[in-house]
């Protein structure tokens, strides 16, 4: 039996929606599951681990782990793999886990894949699909080792009603701090912003909004709807934008039940990150614009006229 | 300060692809050097300038590689070394990544800088194995770098929870995200000089190493197949008064889509 370790996603506190996705994926092949849960102050989220559907809780706690640092992360879910004795780690999307996953597979020797969309097991071949060239082809890739670190796309695997884990923890001890890599600071998120990844319904703004009030604008509505607020990578470079909200083949891949386009072409790169949205509307006031290639309901017509009347028509609905 | 920076050729993503009995057809396509890693360049360059630094670059495989490795000494790099043998065809990231390793060991290096991805692959991982095998330091996905002193550099990472400043010890490996610069236009100047320059092709042999050395027989993991991805189709589109068709949107996101 495949015996499926799962990274835990914690921000700011709080247990990702990817963590129960990962583990309901598990259990539903069949699997035995096991999470590693990294950070400092994080023992309360016991419980939540086990209801997310493990059955052992690898926890290391301590305040030295606070703050990201790949070497030390690496160290405990490597302590975890080799304790459990995994066969799959899987990794939800997260820019840690794209950092820690090729150091935990070196580590292990073992074959590392980013981006997975599914896992194929028959006896003890394993196979991944993932997409590739920005989205643009999918690949079929066999593992020719007998362990798969592996980092899930965002959306890939759904959580199930039913699911159930059972709380049997063990502590892991706390790593040493990586001395050659320190990190000095955090310039953090606001505290209790929508993460991107988890949100169910996305907003997202392009270099139609233009400037501070275009983007001010359609943040009113992304606030109305507790949507998570995203961009183009040219609101990102124009600075109007952090880097870490930027969606797309470089940046954050989302699939939320709804995106919204707001002035946004639609490149390549872009679409690499939000095509896996169940439901897509844009806003651009070219007809042409490729973003309406993709879009399930597309508006023609000027963002600043539009944004507005949208917020209205869907208070009237939502009232 | 020594500098390595990868550079690998890849498929111009901006290009239709089609794909045929599992495999990616090859006319028609065009291969360009891949975006991050020219980044990787211009920061290496910029850090040549500003710093004063020693540049060498190394690309594996991608058959005739002149004219992308041209373009890389027409931006500012110094050196190329271009790594190529038909033992490395079913090369993965960690394959890769111990080539690199041989490579930097021949050069004394304090810096590698690479791509955070290649747009071939979308793996993002090679850099992050290759500083493992190492065993140095690597941040990853960086967006700015800056030298502290001889033994240090301190780097900009974008992270789950907001920009992350790390103080990295050298040597080190960086794997850099495109957002990092704007890469130069090689200048007229720069183009007629890369002309003259030299490049250091090897196969395995010549590096020192060999297949078996590298593993190249054996990847972790390989691709078997390639398929057509799932593409959306154009759903409907209005055009029209501003007020009528965005609240008939709307009725269609609420009672159709039911997303509302
Ligand atoms: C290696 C690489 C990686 C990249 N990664 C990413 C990535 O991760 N994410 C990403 O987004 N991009 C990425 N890009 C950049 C990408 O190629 C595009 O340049 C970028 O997505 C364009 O952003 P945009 O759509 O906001 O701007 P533009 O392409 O300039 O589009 C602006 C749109 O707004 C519309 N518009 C203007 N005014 C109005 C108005 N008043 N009302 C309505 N519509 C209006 C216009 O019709 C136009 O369609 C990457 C590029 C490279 C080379
Ligand atoms: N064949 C190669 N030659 C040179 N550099 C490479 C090669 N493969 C990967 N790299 C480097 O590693 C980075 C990440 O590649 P990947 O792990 O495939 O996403 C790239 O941006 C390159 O800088």
Same mark, same amino acid.
């Given at each position: 039996m495949a015996k499926i370790l799962v990274i835990a996603d914690i921000k700011q506190g709080v247990l990702k929606s990817s963590t129960a996705e990962l583990l309901s994926k598990a259990k539903t092949i069949g699997?035995?599951?096991?999470?590693?849960a990294v950070g400092s102050n994080i023992e309360s989220l016991t419980s939540d681990l086990a209801n997310a559907g493990s059955d052992t809780q690898y926890i290391a706690d301590d305040p030295s782990l606070e703050l990201f640092s790949a070497g030390p992360y690496a160290s405990c879910v490597v302590d975890a793999a080799k304790q459990f004795g995994a066969?799959?780690?899987w990794f939800?999307?997260?820019?840690?886990?794209?950092?820690?996953?090729?150091?935990?597979?070196?580590?292990l020797d073992a074959a590392c894949a980013t981006e997975i969309t599914d896992v194929e097991l028959s006896g003890d071949q394993i196979e991944v699909i993932r997409p590739a060239i920005a989205n643009k082809v999918m690949q079929r890739v066999k593992v020719n080792t007998d362990q798969l670190v592996a980092v899930v796309r965002a959306g890939a695997f759904e959580a199930t009603e039913g699911i159930t884990g059972t709380e049997n923890v063990v502590k892991l001890s706390a790593p040493a701090p990586d001395l050659k890599a320190v990190i000095k600071e955090l310039i953090s998120d606001a505290i209790g912003e929508i993460d991107l990844v988890d949100a169910d319904v996305v907003i997202s703004v392009g270099r139609g909004v233009k400037d501070q009030a275009g983007v001010d604008l359609v943040k009113e509505l992304a606030n109305d709807l507790k949507a998570g607020f995203g961009s183009s990578r040219a609101m990102v470079d124009g600075g109007f934008m952090a880097h870490n909200k930027q969606v797309g083949q470089t940046g954050k891949i989302v699939a939320p039940s709804l995106y919204m386009a707001i002035g946004i072409s639609g490149a390549i790169q872009h679409l690499a990150g939000m095509t896996g949205s169940k439901v897509i509307l844009a806003v651009n006031k070219d007809t042409e614009a490729p973003i309406f290639n993709v879009a399930d309901y597309g508006i023609v017509g000027d963002l600043f006229e539009v944004v507005p009347i949208l917020r209205e028509e869907i208070k009237k609905i939502k009232s | 300060m020594k500098i390595l920076t990868t550079v690998k050729k890849v498929v111009d993503v901006e290009l239709t692809m089609h794909v045929e009995d599992g495999a990616i057809v090859e006319d028609g396509l065009q291969y360009v050097i891949n975006a991050w890693d020219e980044s990787a360049v211009e920061a290496s360059v910029q850090l040549k300038e500003n710093n004063g630094a020693e540049t060498t670059l190394v690309s594996i495989g991608g058959g005739d590689n002149t004219d992308m490795i041209r373009r890389c000494y027409a931006m500012g790099i110094e050196n190329g $070394?271009?790594?190529d043998d038909p033992a490395l065809a079913?090369?993965?990231?960690?394959?890769?990544?111990?080539?690199?390793?041989?490579?930097y060991e021949k050069g004394d290096y304090d810096l590698v800088i690479t791509g955070k991805q290649a747009q071939d692959t979308d793996s993002g991982q090679t850099g $992050?194995?290759?500083?493992?095998?190492?065993?140095v330091p690597c941040v990853s996905n960086v967006i700015a770098i800056e030298v502290m002193d001889d033994q240090h550099i301190k780097v900009s990472r974008v992270g789950d929870a907001g920009t992350e400043i790390v103080e990295l010890e050298l040597p080190a490996v960086v794997t850099v995200d495109v957002s990092i610069n704007e890469p130069r236009l090689p200048q007229m100047r720069g183009i007629m000089m890369a002309k003259k320059k030299a490049i250091d092709v090897m196969d395995l042999a010549a590096l020192g190493t060999s297949d078996d050395e590298v593993e190249g027989a054996t990847p972790k993991s390989e691709i078997v197949e390639f398929m057509v991805s799932k593409t959306r189709k154009a759903g409907q589109k209005f055009e029209g008064d501003a007020a009528e068709i965005t609240a008939k949107v709307v009725d269609l996101l609420a009672n159709e889509?039911?997303?509302l």
């Open positions: 699997a035995e599951t096991a999470v590693v066969n799959l780690i939800g999307f997260s820019e840690s886990g794209k950092a820690v996953a090729p150091r935990v597979a070196t580590q | $070394i271009h790594i079913k090369a993965d990231a960690s394959i890769f990544a111990k080539v690199l390793q041989k490579v $992050i194995i290759l500083a493992e095998y190492l065993g889509a039911k997303v």
